[in-house]
């Protein structure tokens, strides 16, 4: 009868412990996928906002260079005013035969209704649009997801980069009509702000496009309007994963998508896309912001951007992250199971604890493996952000009174696109695992190495104050420059880096301390690359 009990007991402990094991098991793996969810999610937000910075960038600029430009004296004609060709059956202009020289690839079409200013204001614009050139295709090579970069004058002219011939596309009155103009139009915009156009159907046959436009003024006088135009295909491809994702303009119209075979042609509603009706749509942009919440059937990531007039859901049925965690576990069912058999069949007690003992160590060792994959980036062997941030308020935690320094080096790797594009992505990863590994070879055991996304690393220095981090990120930058890696068939990859330095303030937050080091990085890249900045100059220029 005592063995009886006994045996009952046990078999009770066993039945216990499985189920814990497998709501364990479940509850983790739910989570996890949740997290994964919104990981992704806050990467394509992030991707997302530096686009729209860079764009804010540029197009402040232009603007700035466009309104300045008029009160700069006299000025040179453009020698592509050589390749203007008027056409008098049709009263119009083109540039053309810039087509067929050296300038194709480096300057826009500029065409226009009309004769050909041969002097005054309206030609020193035409100049001003040729300026533009320069700018456009040092941009449109930084951004090549652009669709365009365009200026449109109010006398009756467009220069359009990328080059296109005119019988493809050339000025007409329409244009003025289109949102991205008239929006920023004076009456429209007495700021003189740049603005964000609605999604509306490019006349290139680019499809679906937004468009970045801001006023060009002569003091106070309106010549014309500057643009960046994004096609909603290559606003697809930036948001595209796993998950259904929709970027929608401030009218709840779907900018890009990834069902972008779904949307087609047509300018479409959210609604319509999700066959949500208008009240779930305002709940979905009622939800809260940067995390992932429950709507019904679904999961919902909700973002709104400060700097565009637009917001971003990522959606994932709770049906697909119930099954996955269910997947997940099936095999620990199976191992409980096994156990539990094993059990049945042995009589002695240290057998039964001894098999239970590497149930349960098996399980935890395969949640830790969990738990360390969710930190480092699996191709490099260097922690991803989330592992850096625990490294970081770990070090703040254990130096809290000595306040020991700390420097932040952000590399990004020059050109990096080419070894991808010309030699596919094995050797774009063998590139990212040297640079790594030359990395974690010249800094101490206690910095820490991160993967910040894509071709750029992120160095946390420990105890080294503004200068040593410097040096150290020239030391670095030099041995990168002097390593060649080998590659199939005899090529020889070579790679350079930039680097951009700043110390961390104990006072503030690590993003602004990474902020500060972005910003050099991004000045090093406009001075040429393959150098290190460091923010306090910068700050002091």
Same mark, same amino acid.
């Given at each position: 009868?005592?063995?009886?009990? /006994?045996?009952?007991?046990?078999?009770?402990?066993?039945?216990?412990?499985?189920?814990?094991?497998?709501?364990?098991?479940? +509850?983790?793996?739910?989570? &996890?996928?949740?997290?994964?969810?919104?990981?992704?999610?806050?990467?394509?937000?992030?991707?997302? +906002?530096?686009?729209?910075?860079?764009?804010?960038?540029?197009?402040?600029?232009?603007?700035?260079?466009?309104?300045?430009?008029?009160?700069?004296?006299?000025?040179?004609? &453009?020698?592509?005013?050589?390749?203007?060709?008027?056409?008098?059956?049709?009263?119009?202009?083109?540039?053309?035969?810039?087509?067929?020289?050296?300038?194709?690839?480096?300057?826009?079409?500029?065409?226009?209704?009309?004769?050909?200013?041969?002097?005054?204001?309206?030609?020193?614009?035409?100049?001003?649009?040729?300026?533009?050139?320069?700018?456009?295709?040092?941009?449109? @090579?930084?951004?090549?997801?652009?669709?365009?970069?365009?200026?449109?004058?109010?006398?009756?002219?467009?220069?359009?980069?990328?080059?296109?011939?005119?019988?493809?596309?050339?000025? /007409?009155?329409?244009?003025?009509?289109?949102?991205?103009?008239? +929006?920023?139009?004076?009456?429209?915009?007495?700021?003189?702000?740049?603005?964000?156009?609605?999604?509306?159907?490019? /006349?290139?046959?680019?499809?679906?496009?937004?468009?970045?436009? &801001?006023?060009?003024?002569?003091?106070?006088?309106?010549?014309?309007?500057?643009?960046?135009?994004?096609?909603?295909?290559?606003?697809?491809?930036?948001?595209?994963?796993?998950?259904?994702?929709?970027?929608?303009?401030?009218?709840?119209?779907?900018?890009?998508?990834?069902?972008?075979?779904?949307?087609?042609?047509?300018?479409?509603?959210?609604?319509?896309?999700?066959?949500?009706?208008?009240?779930?749509?305002?709940?979905? @942009?009622?939800?809260?912001?940067?995390?992932?919440?429950?709507?019904?059937?679904?999961?919902?990531?909700?973002?709104?951007?400060?700097?565009?007039?637009?917001?971003?859901?990522?959606?994932?049925?709770?049906?697909?992250?119930?099954?996955?965690?269910?997947?997940?576990?099936?095999? =620990?069912?199976?191992?409980?199971?096994?156990?539990?058999?094993?059990?049945?069949?042995?009589?002695?007690?240290?057998?039964?604890?001894?098999?239970?003992?590497? &149930?349960?160590?098996?399980?935890? /060792?395969?949640?830790?493996?969990?738990?360390?994959?969710?930190?480092?980036?699996?191709?490099?062997?260097?922690?991803?952000?989330?592992?850096?941030?625990?490294?970081?308020?770990? =070090?703040?935690?254990?130096?809290?009174?000595?306040?020991?320094?700390?420097?932040?080096?952000?590399?990004?790797?020059?050109?990096?696109?080419?070894?991808?594009?010309?030699?596919?992505?094995?050797?774009?990863?063998?590139?990212?695992?040297?640079?790594?590994?030359?990395?974690?070879?010249?800094?101490?055991?206690?910095?820490?190495?991160?993967?910040?996304?894509?071709?750029?690393?992120?160095?946390?220095?420990?105890?080294?104050?503004?200068?040593?981090?410097?040096?150290?990120?020239?030391?670095?930058?030099?041995?990168?420059?002097?390593?060649?890696?080998?590659?199939?068939?005899?090529?020889?990859? @070579?790679?350079?880096?930039?680097?951009?330095?700043?110390?961390?303030?104990?006072?503030?937050?690590?993003?602004?301390?990474?902020?500060?080091?972005?910003?050099?990085?991004?000045?090093?890249?406009?001075?040429?690359?393959?150098?290190?900045?460091?923010?306090?100059?910068?700050?002091?220029?």
């Amino acid at each position: 009868m005592r063995s009886v009990n /006994s045996l009952l007991i046990k078999k009770t402990i066993m039945y216990v412990l499985i189920i814990t094991v497998l709501i364990i098991s479940y +509850n983790g793996k739910y989570a &996890s996928l949740i997290h994964q969810f919104e990981g992704t999610a806050a990467s394509k937000e992030a991707l997302i +906002n530096q686009y729209i910075e860079l764009s804010d960038n540029f197009i402040n600029f232009m603007t700035m260079y466009g309104n300045t430009y008029f009160q700069q004296g006299e000025k040179e004609d &453009s020698e592509l005013f050589k390749y203007l060709q008027s056409n008098p059956s049709t009263n119009t202009y083109n540039l053309d035969a810039a087509g067929r020289t050296k300038y194709q690839e480096t300057v826009g079409n500029l065409s226009g209704a009309g004769s050909i200013p041969e002097s005054g204001i309206n030609r020193e614009e035409m100049n001003l649009a040729f300026q533009y050139n320069q700018f456009f295709y040092d941009f449109y @090579k930084r951004l090549p997801d652009l669709a365009w970069v365009s200026y449109v004058s109010k006398n009756n002219f467009v220069n359009i980069y990328p080059w296109v011939p005119s019988n493809e596309f050339a000025f /007409s009155e329409d244009l003025k009509n289109l949102g991205f103009y008239k +929006n920023v139009m004076p009456l429209n915009n007495p700021l003189r702000i740049p603005s964000w156009s609605p999604v509306y159907k490019d /006349s290139i046959g680019k499809g679906l496009a937004v468009t970045l436009s &801001s006023p060009v003024y002569d003091k106070d006088t309106f010549k014309g309007v500057v643009s960046l135009n994004f096609s909603n295909v290559r606003l697809s491809e930036l948001i595209d994963s796993e998950y259904e994702s929709y970027l929608v303009d401030n009218i709840d119209t779907v900018i890009a998508t990834s069902h972008i075979k779904k949307v087609g042609p047509q300018v479409t509603p959210l609604k319509v896309l999700l066959s949500f009706s208008q009240l779930d749509v305002d709940q979905m @942009k009622r939800l809260s912001k940067g995390k992932a919440q429950r709507m019904g059937l679904y999961y919902v990531y909700s973002v709104d951007f400060d700097r565009a007039p637009w917001r971003m859901f990522f959606i994932v049925p709770v049906t697909s992250i119930v099954l996955k965690s269910v997947f997940f576990t099936l095999p =620990i069912l199976f191992i409980c199971i096994l156990f539990y058999s094993t059990f049945l069949q042995v009589e002695k007690r240290k057998r039964t604890e001894g098999l239970l003992r590497n &149930s349960l160590m098996e399980i935890k /060792s395969y949640q830790n493996l969990l738990e360390n994959a969710a930190r480092y980036d699996y191709l490099t062997n260097t922690y991803n952000r989330r592992g850096l941030n625990e490294s970081f308020l770990n =070090i703040i935690a254990i130096n809290e009174s000595t306040r020991t320094p700390i420097s932040f080096l952000l590399g990004d790797i020059d050109h990096f696109k080419q070894f991808n594009d010309s030699l596919g992505h094995a050797a774009g990863d063998k590139v990212l695992i040297e640079v790594s590994r030359i990395i974690k070879k010249n800094i101490k055991e206690n910095d820490v190495v991160c993967r910040w996304g894509g071709e750029e690393f992120l160095i946390m220095l420990v105890g080294r104050n503004y200068e040593e981090a410097l040096n150290i990120a020239e030391d670095i930058r030099k041995k990168i420059e002097a390593v060649v890696i080998p590659w199939d068939n005899g090529q020889e990859l @070579k790679v350079r880096m930039t680097f951009g330095v700043a110390e961390h303030d104990h006072e503030d937050d690590i993003k602004i301390s990474v902020n500060k080091a972005d910003r050099a990085l991004y000045i090093g890249k406009e001075k040429g690359r393959n150098q290190v900045v460091g923010y306090r100059e910068i700050e002091v220029g």
